[in-house]
Each structure stands twice: as structure tokens, then as C-alpha cells.
């Protein structure tokens, strides 16, 4: 479970305390449902992270509610959309192993995680990651009730794939930004598991390069 859920848990038990010490158990009952509430919505289960070279897995739970071609700066990319509603698991994770390379949070709106222009204009932390001889960005925004963005992370960490990074408290949403040529796997309508769903794979040749120049240069150091 997250820090987080044991803070809201222990402070909403102890007022169910003192309300039925002071009013009548009937008055805790509120309190109690919202520490249950809680504690659940805060869980952090484990996952079985896929080994496959060049997998790129969900960042979190959720939806994905658009696949579409993203333009960068003249770039052709991918974007791939996740909706988390307030009953999936809100832990980030790492959608790739590599290094972050960059990290920028931008103030915002908090339009419905479900609007296509709050990727734009909505609260955001927008993570570059850099591994498997590729880029790959996702972002954590922040929704109609999401107020709050963690990020453990900083620059110059190395991670793992579906290492865990971060969330999102509440309803929100991640996108996640690929080249062009990786081969997406997953649909609009699907719902995904972070750090367990494949999203989509990148190019074999470019990850095989990376693996060999990473071998290569482990040798030079011995």
C-alpha cells in the first residue's frame, strides 16, 4: 500500500473514535467507510513485469481511450491515452528501462481527464525516458478531481521497466509518446494493468543495437 492510504486510514479511524465516544457509534459509521475507502484506493499490488527486450508496459490502470499519430516538432510519434477512474490503482510505473532524461511540470486546468484537450491543458508532469535506443515520454496529468501529482523520481535515475515511479491521486490520466515505428498492441476500449500490460513493442533492430552497444561498453570498462 502507498504512504499515503495509511495517513488517510489512521486519521479517518481516529475520528471514527472519537465520534462514537463522543455522539454514538452510529456516527462513526462515515468515518469508517471512508478509511475502508481509502486504504483500498491507496493499494499497491504487485506485478509481474514482462521480460520481452523492447516492451513497452502500461504506466497504469485504466482505459485507453485514444491510439493516435502525434506530431513533435516535425517528428511522427504515437500517442497512446489511459484513463484512470477512481477504482484503479493510481502507482505509476516506468513505461520502459532506461534513464530519465527529463522531467517538467507544468501548471494547469483540471478539465475532465476524459477530455481530449486536457493532455494539453491540464496540471502535468512529463517524464523522458531514455533507454532501448529509444525515447520514450509519458505523462501523468492530473484530472477533474486529481489535485495531486507524485513523482519519486529524478533526473539521471536509472530505471527499470515497470519500476514504480510515482501516481496520481484520484481520477486522471497518462499518456505515453512513442516513435513512430513501434508497433503498438493495444486498442481504444482496452483496459490495461500497469507494469503488466505491453502497450506496444519497439523495433527490434534499434533495441538489439543498444543491447550490444551497452555490452560493449560494460567490456571497455573492465
Known amino acids: 500500500m502507498v504512504r499515503d492510504g495509511y495517513f488517510y486510514g489512521f486519521f479517518l479511524l481516529a475520528a471514527a473514535a472519537l465520534l462514537g465516544w463522543l455522539a454514538a457509534p452510529l456516527w462513526a459509521v462515515p468515518a469508517l467507510l471512508l478509511a475502508a475507502f481509502f486504504l483500498w484506493f491507496f493499494r499497491d499490488p504487485e506485478r509481474a513485469i514482462p521480460a520481452e527486450a523492447g516492451s513497452v508496459v502500461s504506466p497504469a490502470d485504466g482505459k485507453v481511450t485514444a491510439v493516435s499519430p502525434l506530431n513533435i516538432n516535425g517528428t511522427q510519434q504515437s500517442r497512446i491515452s489511459i484513463f484512470l477512474n477512481v477504482f484503479d490503482v493510481h502507482v505509476n510505473r516506468s513505461p520502459i528501462a532506461g534513464v530519465i532524461r527529463e522531467v517538467q511540470y507544468r501548471r494547469g486546468k483540471y478539465l475532465n481527464a476524459m477530455n481530449a484537450a486536457s493532455a494539453d491543458e491540464n496540471e502535468q508532469n512529463v517524464v523522458t525516458v531514455e533507454g532501448e535506443g529509444h525515447t520514450v515520454i509519458f505523462k501523468q496529468i492530473a484530472g477533474l478531481l ?4 507524485v513523482f ?3 533526473i539521471g535515475d536509472r530505471v527499470q521497466r515497470g519500476e514504480r515511479i510515482g ?3 484520484f481520477g486522471s490520466r497518462v499518456d505515453v509518446i512513442l ?3 513501434a508497433a503498438v498492441r493495444v ?3 482496452d483496459r490495461v494493468k500497469g507494469g503488466a500490460s505491453v502497450l506496444a513493442q519497439l523495433p527490434a533492430d534499434s533495441v538489439q543495437l543498444a543491447a550490444v552497444g551497452a555490452e560493449h561498453s560494460a567490456q571497455g570498462v573492465r
Not at 146 to 149: K, L, P
Open 187 to 189: 486498442m481504444v476500449g
Open 152 to 154: 519519486t523520481k529524478k
Open 179 to 181: 516513435p513512430a515505428a
Open 146 to 149: 486529481a489535485r495531486r501529482i
Open 167 to 169: 501516481l496520481i491521486k
